[in-house]
C-alpha cells in the first residue's frame, strides 16, 4: 500500500471524453476589411404624397370660393365634390416632385468607405452571464 490517501477519500477519475478542455487564449479577430457603401439624402415621398393632397384640397377650396355657387347644391357640397379632383391632382404632382428629387439626389450621391463592426451589447443588471 504505497498510496497514501485512503481509498474513500479518492477522487473519481473522468474519462479523456468528460473532461473539460483546456482553455484556449481568445485569437484575435481579422481586421475587416473595408467596403464600398453609397451615402445619398434622399427624399421621403410619403411625406410629399401628404403635403400634395393638403395642397390639392386647399386650391380646390379657393377655386370653388372664387366662383358663385348654386343655392340648390350648396358650397359645401361643390367642395367636397371638387376636392376629389383636386387632391388627386395634389398627390399626382407630390408623388411627381418627390420622385424627381429622388432620382436627383442619386447623382449626388457619395461613395465611402466603411468597415462592419459586431458590437457585443452590455450585459442588463440582474442579467446572468455566461
Request: aromatic fraction near 6%; charged fraction near 20%.
Given at each position: 500500500?504505497?498510496?497514501?490517501?485512503?481509498?474513500?477519500?479518492?477522487?473519481p477519475?473522468?474519462?479523456?471524453a468528460?473532461?473539460?478542455?483546456?482553455?484556449?487564449?481568445?485569437?484575435?479577430?481579422?481586421?475587416p476589411?473595408?467596403?464600398?457603401?453609397?451615402?445619398?439624402?434622399?427624399p421621403?415621398?410619403?411625406?410629399?404624397?401628404?403635403?400634395?393632397?393638403?395642397?390639392?384640397?386647399?386650391?380646390?377650396?379657393?377655386?370653388?370660393?372664387?366662383?358663385?355657387?348654386?343655392?340648390?347644391?350648396?358650397f359645401?357640397?361643390?367642395?367636397?365634390?371638387?376636392?376629389?379632383?383636386?387632391?388627386?391632382?395634389?398627390?399626382?404632382?407630390?408623388?411627381i416632385?418627390?420622385v424627381?428629387?429622388?432620382?436627383?439626389?442619386?447623382?449626388?450621391?457619395?461613395?465611402?468607405q466603411?468597415?462592419?463592426e459586431?458590437?457585443?451589447?452590455?450585459?442588463?443588471?440582474?442579467?446572468?452571464?455566461?
Open positions: 500500500m504505497s498510496d497514501s490517501t485512503p481509498a474513500g477519500d479518492a477522487a477519475q473522468r474519462p479523456a468528460q473532461r473539460p478542455a483546456p482553455r484556449q487564449p481568445e485569437q484575435p479577430r481579422p481586421r476589411q473595408p467596403e464600398q457603401v453609397t451615402v445619398r439624402r434622399a421621403k415621398i410619403p411625406a410629399f404624397i401628404a403635403v400634395g393632397a393638403v395642397l390639392g384640397f386647399f386650391a380646390t377650396l379657393i377655386v370653388t370660393g372664387l366662383f358663385p355657387s348654386d343655392e340648390n347644391v350648396g359645401a357640397t361643390l367642395v367636397a365634390y371638387f376636392s376629389i379632383y383636386g387632391i388627386t391632382i395634389g398627390v399626382l404632382i407630390g408623388a416632385l418627390g424627381v428629387l429622388d432620382r436627383r439626389s442619386r447623382k449626388r450621391a457619395r461613395t465611402l466603411a468597415e462592419r459586431t458590437v457585443d451589447p452590455a450585459p442588463v443588471e440582474g442579467e446572468l452571464e455566461q
